[in-house]
């Protein structure tokens, strides 16, 4: 009888060990984990309405894909873009992890988390608008999705676009207007992104 209560009692300890074996949950992947990542700048109409500007898309324009690839991400080789003093264009960044699956929402589903900068830019010469939007409809500044207008000509020179990982709190202290901060490090965490690329500001299509 002894044996018989033994035998119960060790089967007993066994299936609860399976069960919670199976219950376990299963490793999140970070999604935050960036494998490759490109950014598209796409023409776009600035419509100013009492003082309020929209941006609408104008048909047929080509687009400025910039591919950024490799273990640092790091743009085609020697070459830089130009983007038109007086135009406006939609900078939106796509990006994929590791498995080459989409994670550029992850950044605006986690907006308290995250802050694009754009820096490197002469003084003066660059506006930059956020407009991103999240799951629920809400308006958030991250920076997956923007708006730039050139305003000013200027030579070839690096411009950066950081994706910055925010402690805690941080994100609460940063504006609208800090988009080109270049202290932006005083805004505590980590980047997630660091694109480095050459751009020429240029009037009336001349370039180089």
Same mark, same amino acid.
């Given at each position: 009888m002894k044996k018989f209560i033994l035998g119960l009692f #060790?089967?007993?300890?066994? =299936?609860t060990n399976f069960s919670c074996s199976k219950d376990d949950p299963i490793a999140e992947v970070d999604q935050e984990e960036v494998g490759g990542a490109t950014l598209v700048f796409t023409p776009v109409q600035a419509i100013d309405?009492?003082?309020?500007?929209? +941006?609408?898309?104008?048909?047929?324009? %080509? %687009?400025?894909?910039?591919? $950024?690839?490799? /273990?640092?991400l790091l743009p085609p080789v020697?070459? &830089? +873009?130009? =983007?038109?003093?007086?135009?406006? +264009?939609?900078?939106?960044?796509?990006?994929?992890? $590791?498995?080459? @699956?989409?994670?550029?929402?992850?950044?605006?589903?986690?907006?308290?988390? &995250?802050?694009?900068?754009i820096l490197g830019a002469p003084t003066g010469t660059l506006d930059y608008? !956020? /407009?991103?939007?999240? /799951?629920?409809?809400? #308006?958030?500044?991250?920076?997956?999705?923007? +708006?730039? #207008?050139?305003?000013? &000509?200027?030579?070839?020179? /690096? =411009? @950066? !676009?950081?994706?910055? &990982?925010l402690n805690p709190g941080v994100k609460e202290g940063i504006r609208a207007q800090d988009w080109n901060n270049e202290d932006y490090t005083k805004f505590t965490g980590d980047n997630d992104l660091d694109l480095k690329f050459e751009i020429h500001l240029t009037e009336d299509g001349h370039g180089h």
């Open positions: #060790t089967c007993s300890i066994i =299936l309405q009492d003082g309020q500007v929209n +941006y609408e898309d104008v048909e047929g324009a %080509e %687009e400025i894909k910039i591919v $950024f690839d490799g /273990a640092t020697g070459e &830089h +873009y130009h =983007l038109e003093v007086g135009e406006s +264009y939609r900078v939106h960044l796509l990006a994929t992890d $590791f498995a080459g @699956r989409p994670t550029e929402q992850t950044f605006v589903s986690r907006a308290d988390q &995250h802050q694009a900068f608008k !956020y /407009a991103d939007v999240d /799951a629920n409809g809400n #308006t958030v500044n991250v920076g997956v999705t923007g +708006y730039l #207008t050139v305003l000013e &000509h200027a030579d070839t020179f /690096a =411009l @950066r !676009y950081v994706m910055r &990982h």
